[in-house]
């Protein structure tokens, strides 16, 4: 009973051993994170499968001489393998700790009993892994592992040439073997505490991620260079970055942080790791201090955010400090791309409801404009008598542009009408303003349909601050330019020009009330093909233009 005791100790003794260098390896970073993954790459399981032959090897070597066999937790090292990281290291564990058992004790007594069953003991593990529960492996393997220490006691018995023999070395080490697979369970449990580890961080990121969403909804409501700034800055302050920034497809948005006097928002991107994230949609690090304008940055993660499975820009998250990607920020770089993905989404369409909004009380504003129809109908009168015919004409275009107005729908309508809209209007103003107004026509001829009331509010903008405001006589140019894979609708006056504050406010979405017209159309513009309107000071005069990308049939 004594021998026994003392059998069972050592053997518990060197399982200890194990269980002490797996703890270890589970404390460092880099070991964590691969037992953590619920996948593995070629390099990891070759790593892992390294380490668990060492320990079979190592249990080997380490084993209680006994009449020719060995004590030993070979099998437990086995079978731990297999259950916590599958066949490829459960099968290949099993098979070279079992060769070489055979290997340095060829012909001994237990030499071809121990090479079987650490071999089926693999298999056993990865029959373990794939159809037990995890929460029951561990029991599951340490039924697994004494199973295939009986199978090892039956073997020596028949394998062993003298009944007597097999008898006596079973009968002293089968007990001690057979208990000591219980080791297995503390094996999978250290292991798949390291898991539960990773559940718990993940649960901390989601709950970081939704305080962050929390915080950051408010400015979101209204997407601006302002509003984007302090979702950085809240960011920046949760997760303890030294630098945070948010771009769109060509440019920073917002940058807050060390080196914010170095960035200029609304500058073109300019890192090719971003260039590669935008084209990619993959969430990057990077320790490669080239990749910033600042050599004191010497880490980047680099966040895709996505509308509708597009990238629509990125999340970049700056550190001083080279660090390593670990499992607790890619949970939260995850969660933080989905959050502010989802608020983008969010905000755009609330931009939709707000801009349709707006084109509502835009459209209105035209129906009942006292000025605009007063000014026309005084026109008109002014005509009856003296040229009937010029009267009826503007009664017909003044028909016409009420008409677009009043009936206005969301539905689309050709070029043509658009271009129709435009005329009628313009030979209401013409007739007003005589030779101070010239208007220009320049348009070829394109099968496209458009948004009502998208062209004719740039060319009343171009007239009313434009033209007429000019020097001697005002003129505006409207031109409908076929291009390779667009067409450009283009309107330009001969006024002052206007100020570049005002072109800079439009793009960020600050238009005072008065200007709301231009605002609308370059909203609508933006939400409906992707880009806004583009507004340029000319020598003399303004130049507005926007594009329409043509599909392909």
Aim: charged letters at 20%; glycine letters at 6%; one cysteine or more.
């Amino acid at each position: 009973m004594t021998a026994f005791v003392t059998m069972l100790f050592q053997l518990f003794e060197r399982a200890a051993l194990l269980i002490v260098f797996l703890f270890l390896v589970t404390r460092m970073p880099r070991f964590k994170e691969i037992l953590q993954r619920e996948k593995h790459s070629a390099s990891e399981l070759a790593i892992l499968t390294s380490i668990f032959c060492l320990f079979a090897i190592l249990s080997t070597y380490s084993g209680i001489h006994v009449d020719g066999s060995l004590v030993n937790v070979r099998v437990a090292t086995i079978v731990s393998s297999g259950i916590l990281f599958g066949p490829v290291v459960g099968i290949i564990t099993g098979v070279v700790a079992g060769l070489h058992r055979y290997l340095i004790d060829i012909g001994g007594v237990t030499a071809l009993p121990c090479f079987i069953t650490s071999t089926f003991a693999g298999l056993v593990s990865v029959w373990i892994h794939r159809s037990v529960k995890k929460s029951q492996r561990w029991i599951y393997g340490i039924a697994g592992g004494m199973f295939c220490e009986l199978l090892t006691m039956l073997l020596i018995l028949l394998m062993s040439g003298s009944t007597e023999q097999g008898w006596s070395i079973v009968s002293r080490i089968a007990l001690p073997m057979i208990l000591g697979e219980i080791n297995i369970g503390f094996i999978v449990l250290l292991v798949m505490s390291v898991e539960g580890e990773k559940e718990k961080i993940a649960a901390m990121q989601a709950k970081l991620s939704l305080d962050i969403a929390n915080k950051t909804l408010p400015y979101f409501r209204s997407v601006n260079k302002d509003s984007l700034a302090q979702v950085c800055r809240i960011i920046k302050q949760e997760i303890h970055a030294d630098a945070v920034a948010m771009t769109d497809t060509a440019s920073v948005l917002a940058y807050v942080g060390f080196g914010d006097e170095r960035y200029t928002v609304g500058k073109e991107i300019v890192s090719a790791l971003t260039k590669k994230v935008i084209h990619e949609g993959t969430i990057t690090f990077s320790n490669d201090a080239s990749e910033h304008h600042l050599p004191q940055i010497q880490s980047v993660l680099i966040i895709p955010l996505k509308e509708r499975e597009k990238v629509t820009g990125t999340l970049k998250m700056y550190y001083r400090k080279a660090t390593k990607m670990t499992y607790s920020q890619q949970s939260l770089a995850i969660g933080l791309s989905q959050m502010i993905s989802t608020q983008l989404e969010i905000s755009r369409l609330e931009q939709i409801k707000e801009a349709a909004s707006k084109a509502e009380l835009q459209a209105l504003q035209s129906k009942i404009n006292p000025h605009f129809l007063f000014n026309a109908l005084n026109t008109i009168a002014s005509l009856i008598r003296r040229d009937p015919r010029k009267a009826r004409a503007l009664i017909i275009h003044l028909s016409g542009y009420m008409r677009s107005n009043i009936e206005r729908t969301d539905e689309l309508i050709s070029m043509e009408e658009a271009i129709q809209q435009v005329k009628d209007y313009v030979e209401i103003e013409k007739a007003r303003f005589g030779p101070r107004l010239e208007v220009t026509y320049q348009i070829e001829d394109v099968d496209l349909n458009i948004p009502s009331l998208l062209i004719q509010p740039l060319v009343e903008n171009a007239i009313k601050h434009g033209a007429l405001k000019a020097k001697g006589a005002g003129s505006v140019t409207l031109r409908v330019q076929k291009m390779a894979d667009r067409v450009r609708v283009h309107v330009r006056d001969n006024g002052p020009g206007i100020d570049q504050n005002i072109v800079e406010r439009l793009y960020q979405n600050q238009m005072p009330a008065k200007k709301i017209g231009l605002l609308n159309v370059h909203q609508r513009v933006k939400l409906i093909y992707g880009e806004g309107l583009v507004v340029r000071s000319l020598s003399p005069g303004t130049g507005v233009f926007f594009d329409i990308k043509k599909v392909s049939q």
